[in-house]
């Protein structure tokens, strides 16, 4: 099951620091990018292996969605 670990201080979710994708835990080197929308915390995050995911946290749902990114 994919899963993100993340560092929670004032509130949930505000810096991820491993995920877990295809069995495989991958911690987070850099958070490239954070940003908000209505009702998500969204990261475009680069893991240690220096492969690039997006990460949305849905709020509502207290679900994450993993997408790798295709670095061009």
Known sequence: MDSVECHSG???AEKPV???WDGQRLEI???LAAWR???ER???VRTR???VFD???REA???WQIQPVQEK
């Open 55 to 57: 990460l949305v946290y």
């Open 49 to 51: 292996g220096l492969r």
């Open 42 to 44: 969204c990261f475009r």
């Open 10 to 12: 004032f509130t949930y």
């Open 18 to 20: 491993a995920l877990t």
């Open 37 to 39: 929308t209505p009702g």
């Open 61 to 63: 749902e207290n679900d």
């Open 29 to 31: 080197d850099e958070i």
